[in-house]
């Protein structure tokens, strides 16, 4: 085509741009170029601050301080509309569609073509999506229901919808995450359409042969700050993990003398026909182990199998040396497994129920006689585990949701160690809370496990890994990708097997 | 901890109230005769609302209750008129056994089937009112053809009330004791508060709705015979939309009917008001018209309170606001 970079201006450019939430600055200035015709990546961990830059940049957020530029003016975007309006739309993660609208309704919803009286014009919006669609390659009746398409025809008729706006600007937010092989490569192709018809792309993604397949320019992200930007010709994928990893150690984790004792847990063979395969390991007492790896990687699925929500098509696990088969959660409770999920307030406390009776609920078995629960009992077990937690309430009588999150948190995690676990599974146990919560919860941790307590600590966070577990198992796309420990445990060894990248510096 | 909390302060203020205005018209309502003859009416009403509320309390509605009733009553019926020497002990268990496993048919759809439990005791409903025609041809049974024995059960006074009020205090203190006292009545209360924390605390939530149901389906038996004993007679309509009375009761009593909330006493006390509001119009000479309008209303009064009430409970966000509640 001709390109040159050098010569043209930014489409859209972020300039400076600042956004605090309470507790967390999700982006420190940080500046982003996107140019016509060009495929630029944004490359950083989770918690980089990805998604609040295509929030800002779709006008969800506004941000606190800094310029949006538009062909070199300083635009906002105070709503989503004005966002489309202005040429800038995403394809999110997750697409949101209509499952019993129909293809064309779903591509054109909230801005159908109207006809007399102010009515759809139904048949002209018709057409304009059969053309959208034809124009993408998607072979898709713009007639049928949405729910009678597949996962990738779905992506089609999210990207169809995108670009029935007359975008400028297209944000594709992971777009690769549910889609098969074939379905992937289609997907490459559309990019390159996209980028001869002269739109501006911004392509999210974990996986650095995606990246190095189609983006021209990266820019990377590190802990909601602006790290480096260049073309990717001019890259290694060792230079990429280094600016995405690199950092000063900026928190500060417990200290830990690991005197890791005897096997408490043997997992062999765990395997799901759909989510996992062969997922093996030993997890000692008074050890942390972490579960790193990709959103997607299958860690939460198979911490759901351990503790007998799904059950797997085949393994076997040893609990301090005895077989034990567990069928459902209440199996793994009396055995001595619990599970902190990671959607705390979906699946954590009942809110409707006072705290010692939150407290108390998977310990009612042992606390009870007869199915008779004895009162005495729980308030005993419910003032003791709250007290060592130090949570305050005006009574243990209260209910959980008159409590504020810190403190519904703490009758979550009283909740489960109240039924004196052997061994506690935490996923994502700092995910969306603020620095100072986070440095409690790893206190909180270490004293678990200095107690004699053998932790599962599932994060995406490559610095709790690294400062917290004694061991890390990575995971990707349902198996085991390596088992890390000592000198082997970096943030370079875990982002290459998290994302598979096989040798080191392969694209130098 | 006070035994009645302010919803249920409330609804016994609004029953005095109501008894008040009555007695102002018609002191003889509120003479104790009059009182104990109003409960035992009402006694129907508060068994079946003390079983819905169980249901309700887990997420699900039981619409079959009433048509369980009416099958059960008519077996009991026919039971009797085929069979006079069968003890009304055996009676009642009978009734208790066959009620639980209507229950159990509509619990295990919910459970093993996963069909919304509006739609399967929607069918239900329309089904077990449909094989009280086919065992009848839709004929009556009437007082005549009962024993004696059968028809005078409930009507027997021990201690100044009638064995049919006895049976909603005894069914009231054994729902008030699982409730509060027992691992499965705090499983009702989990499942229908957040089934999905339920479920990682060891809960088995079909299950816990299957009992929840076969609870309904039990007291709804053991009204059946109760009531075409008491009214000595049975035929396919009796109760007809008496299920839509037992789910008011509840609510108006400030069961969630979203679930998760719900207290023994106030689905007694909900049953009371409206039982009260039904014995009460006649006699001081309300239209018809407004009898069905003032139990409408009371229901939406109650369900807009009930509405009310969540949301003040819900996010305390202010530092300052935390330890004041």
């Known amino acids: 085509m001709g390109h040159d970079p050098a010569q043209s201006a930014p489409v859209l450019a972020l300039d400076g741009i600042t956004k605090t939430f309470p507790g967390v600055r999700a982006l420190d200035g940080v500046t982003l170029e996107l140019f016509a015709g060009r495929v630029t990546a944004l490359i950083g961990e989770n918690g980089a601050g990805k998604s609040t830059v295509v929030k800002t940049l779709t006008g969800i957020y506004q941000p606190d301080g800094g310029r949006i530029l538009l062909d070199g003016e300083a635009v906002q975007f105070p709503t989503a509309q004005a966002a489309a309006q202005a040429g800038v739309t995403a394809i999110h993660q997750e697409t949101v569609l209509f499952d019993e609208l129909s293809v064309a309704e779903n591509i054109f919803l909230g801005h159908a073509p109207k006809g007399r009286f102010g009515l759809i014009d139904r048949p002209a919006m018709h057409r304009q999506a059969q053309d959208i669609l034809d124009g993408i390659g998607a072979e898709i009746d713009a007639g049928v229901r949405l729910k009678d398409l597949g996962i990738a025809s779905r992506h089609l008729v999210a990207i169809a919808r995108a670009l029935s706006v007359e975008a400028r600007v297209v944000i594709m937010d992971e777009p690769t995450a549910a889609l098969s092989r074939k379905e992937i490569e289609e997907l490459y192709e559309l990019v390159e359409t996209l980028k001869a018809q002269g739109k501006a792309i911004l392509f999210i993604s974990h996986k650095f042969d995606e990246i190095f397949r189609i983006a021209d320019r990266y820019t990377v992200f590190r802990d909601g700050q602006f790290i480096g930007t260049g073309e990717m010709a001019d890259t290694s994928e060792a230079e990429l993990v280094q600016m995405m990893v690199g950092r000063s150690v900026d928190q500060i984790y417990p200290e830990r003398s690991t005197q890791v004792g005897d096997e408490v847990l043997t997992v062999a063979g765990y395997s799901h026909p759909t989510e996992f395969e062969d997922i093996g390991f030993t997890l000692r007492r008074g050890e942390i182990l972490g579960f790193y790896g990709l959103v997607g990687a299958g860690r939460s699925e198979f911490m759901q199998s351990l503790i007998g929500v799904t059950r797997p098509s085949k393994g076997a696990i040893r609990l301090d040396g005895k077989v034990r088969v567990i069928r459902s959660p209440a199996d793994a409770i009396s055995a001595g497994i619990v599970y902190v999920p990671e959607d705390r307030g979906k699946q954590g406390a009942i809110l409707d129920m006072p705290i010692f009776q939150n407290i108390t609920l998977p310990s009612l078995p042992r606390l009870s006689r007869n199915g008779f629960t004895r009162m005495a009992n729980e308030f005993a077990l419910a003032r003791h585990y709250t007290e060592r937690l130090d949570l305050r309430a005006a009574s243990l009588d209260t209910p959980v949701g008159s409590l504020s999150g810190g403190n519904q948190q703490k009758v979550v995690i009283a909740k489960w160690l109240a039924t004196q676990p052997k061994v506690i599974i935490l996923d994502e146990p700092t995910k969306g809370i603020d620095i100072g919560s986070k440095a409690a919860v790893h206190e909180f941790m270490a004293e678990l496990a200095a107690e004699g307590l053998s932790v599962i600590m599932v994060s995406s966070e490559i610095p709790e890994i690294l400062g917290m577990s004694d061991r890390v198992i990575v995971m990707r796309e349902g198996r085991i990708a390596a088992e890390l420990e000592g000198d082997a445990l970096t943030p370079e060894t875990l982002v290459r097997h998290a994302a598979g990248i096989t040798t080191k510096g392969a694209a130098a | ?325």
């Not at chain 2, 309502?29 to 309700?56: C, R, S, Y």
């Not at chain 2, 309390?57 to 209750?65: F, G, K, Q």
Request: with cysteine; proline share 4%; glycine share 12%.
């Open chain 2, 1 to 325: 901890m006070s035994v009645l909390n302010s919803r249920e302060a409330i609804l016994v203020g609004a029953i005095l109230v109501l008894l008040g205005i009555v007695a102002s018209r018609f002191p003889g309502f509120v003479t104790p005769t009059n009182l104990v003859a109003v409960f035992t009416d009402t006694a129907p009403l508060i068994i079946l609302a003390l079983g819905q509320m169980v249901v309700i309390l887990t997420r699900s509605i039981d619409l079959s209750v009433a048509a369980n009733l009416a099958l059960t009553g008519m077996v009991c019926a026919l039971i009797n008129v085929s069979f006079p020497g069968v003890p009304i002990g055996v009676l009642v268990l009978l009734a208790l056994a066959l009620g639980a496993t209507m229950g159990a048919i509509n619990g295990f759809l919910v459970w093993k089937l996963a069909i919304p439990p509006i739609v399967v005791t929607l069918g239900t409903m329309t089904i077990f009112r449909g094989i009280i025609f086919l065992l009848t041809d839709g004929s009556w049974v009437n007082s005549h053809q009962m024993s004696a024995a059968f028809k005078a059960f409930p009507r027997e006074t021990v201690l100044g009330l009638p064995v049919l009020g006895w049976i909603a205090v005894i069914v009231t203190l054994i729902l008030g004791l699982v409730m509060g006292r027992t691992t499965l009545g705090r499983a009702f209360f989990a499942v229908g508060g957040n089934p999905h924390a339920a479920v990682y605390t060891g809960i088995n939530v079909g299950r816990t709705q299957f009992l929840a149901f076969v609870i309904s389906g039990m007291l709804a038996g053991l009204t059946g015979y109760l009531w075409v004993a008491r009214y000595a007679v049975a035929y396919v309509d009796i109760a007809g939309g008496f299920e839509l009375d037992v789910v008011a009761a509840c609510v108006i009593g400030g069961v969630a009917i979203a679930g998760g909330v719900a207290t023994v006493s106030g689905a007694v006390l909900g049953a009371l008001f409206l039982g009260i509001i039904k014995n009460a119009l006649p006699v001081i000479d309300v239209s018809p018209f407004w009898q069905l309008a003032i139990s409408g209303a009371a229901i939406i009064i109650a369900v807009a309170f009930n509405a009310r009430t969540g949301r003040s409970k819900g996010r305390v966000i202010l530092k300052s606001a935390e330890h004041t509640q």
